[in-house]
């Protein structure tokens, strides 16, 4: 979707925009989506060396700040699910590349990753597809994301096991 000069004041013009469009990435012309996911695959390259249990607060911490974000563009451009919102794709993306924390850098498993989330954000097998048309608000957006990271995650650590 294009928005004009008004809906993106509407969005940027609170720091809650800035959060929900991931740091204006979800302002991308064609496929925010996965621009947003890829953004978030760049920043997660510095925490990957983050442990376990600060890894998953972090995650805690950024769905709750998504919510509240995606809920306050919601609000501002009246749209159940806009899609200038990517900090979903930020979360989920992220949890999709959990798997790959204690592992070396190795670019093949993080585009796995990544291809994988993007399979299941789009397919939206259930419960994705669930709370996709049945969550509204803000937690609407942010679960559905993070049930197909939860997906891809899993795919990926099956893969791995199986692959070595």
Do not use: N
């Not at 989506?33 to 890894?55: F, I, K, N």
């Not at 911490?61 to 009246?78: I, M």
């Not at 190795?106 to 989330?117: E, L, R, S």
């Amino acid at each position: 979707m294009k928005y004009d000069a008004a809906q993106r004041r509407a969005v940027l013009g609170h720091p809650a925009g800035w959060i929900a469009s991931g740091f204006g990435s979800g302002f991308s012309p064609f496929a925010s989506g996965t621009a947003g996911s890829a953004v978030a695959v760049l920043l997660w390259l510095p925490l990957r060396g983050c442990p376990w249990p600060l890894y998953l607060a972090g995650l805690l911490a950024t769905f709750a700040l998504g919510v509240w974000a995606s809920h306050v563009v919601v609000k501002r451009l009246g749209l159940e699910d806009p899609g200038v919102i990517v900090w979903d794709e930020f979360v989920g993306q992220w949890i999709a590349l959990a798997p790959l924390l204690a592992l070396p850098l190795h670019w093949g498993w993080i585009a796995a990753a990544f291809f994988a989330f993007r399979l299941f954000d789009v397919w939206k097998p259930w419960p994705v597809s669930w709370a996709d048309r049945s969550v509204a608000g803000g937690l609407g957006v942010m679960l559905d994301d993070v049930l197909a990271g939860v997906y891809a995650a899993l795919a990926l650590a099956a893969a791995r096991y199986a692959f070595g």
